[in-house]
């Protein structure tokens, strides 16, 4: 379970897309585009490497259930 001080994966994710949502205005500041397009890599990376611990653990998870039967 994520603590308290880190974002679950669906609020990053929701996260992200408020950044994708940001680009598609037409006054962009390069300026803050730059920060924003920081943040979203920030946000992709932390979001994969949750969805690949999630994919390990469904995968040990998947071995034993398949043990058992």
Do not use: C, Y
């Amino acid at each position: 379970m994520p603590s308290k001080s880190e974002p679950t994966l669906q609020q990053q994710l929701t996260e992200l897309d408020d950044v994708l949502t940001w680009f598609d205005r037409p006054d962009i500041d390069l300026d803050e585009a730059l920060q924003k397009f920081d943040h979203g890599v920030k946000l992709a990376e932390s979001a994969k490497a949750k969805l690949s611990r999630l994919e390990n653990k469904i995968s040990v998870l998947k071995q034993r259930f398949d043990q058992q039967v």
